[in-house]
């Protein structure tokens, strides 16, 4: 695959697909390398288009307290 930055909803599930291929490859390989870029771009992409708000600080307490029973 060539790098470059993923500009397109087409283009992110792509290197989705791709990453997905070669998540496991052995640390030192070029598929290694290829699957830590793929990753950064990924997640460059993701903040842009698809950002996560922080939670409530609150709401956020009252989640913990509940899984943790309290």
Known sequence: MILKLIKTDVEYQEALNRLEEIFDAKIG???SDEA???????DEYEKKHYPIDAPDPIEAIK????????
């Open 29 to 31: 390989t070029p598929e």
């Open 36 to 42: 830590d870029i793929l990753g950064l771009l990924i």
């Open 63 to 70: 989640i913990r307290m509940e899984e943790m029973d309290l």
